[in-house]
């Protein structure tokens, strides 16, 4: 149980790292940012396998690049811009 709280926090830091890289928020807040470094974390270590350092299980290095793809794709879809 304490792994998979510890997987939700880094994905969500991960996701925010990625939203503040991009310039763009990921819409549904949060929820958003965990989705969004989890999927990132996911398409990363797909695209660049697992280097670098790891937390959660996590390659950090890897997840932060899938999350600045993942935030970048789905701001253009939904249309979602850094608030002023």
């Known amino acids: 149980m304490l792994h998979f709280l510890w997987v939700l926090i880094v994905g969500a830091v991960i ?22 470094g ?3 974390a ?3 270590s797909s695209l660049f396998g697992s280097w ?5 299980g996590m390659a950090i290095v890897p997840a932060i690049i899938g ?14 811009r850094k608030k002023a």
Do not use: E, K, Y
């Not at 996701?15 to 969004?36: A, E, K, S, T």
């Not at 999350?67 to 979602?80: C, E, M, N, R, T």
């Open 15 to 36: 996701g925010v790292i990625g939203q503040l890289i991009v310039g763009r928020d990921m819409p549904f807040g949060w929820i958003g940012n965990i989705i969004g």
């Open 67 to 80: 999350a600045i793809i993942v935030v970048f794709v789905i701001s253009l879809i939904l249309g979602s």
């Open 38 to 40: 989890l999927a990132g």
């Open 52 to 56: 670098g350092p790891t937390v959660a």
């Open 42 to 44: 996911w398409i990363g």
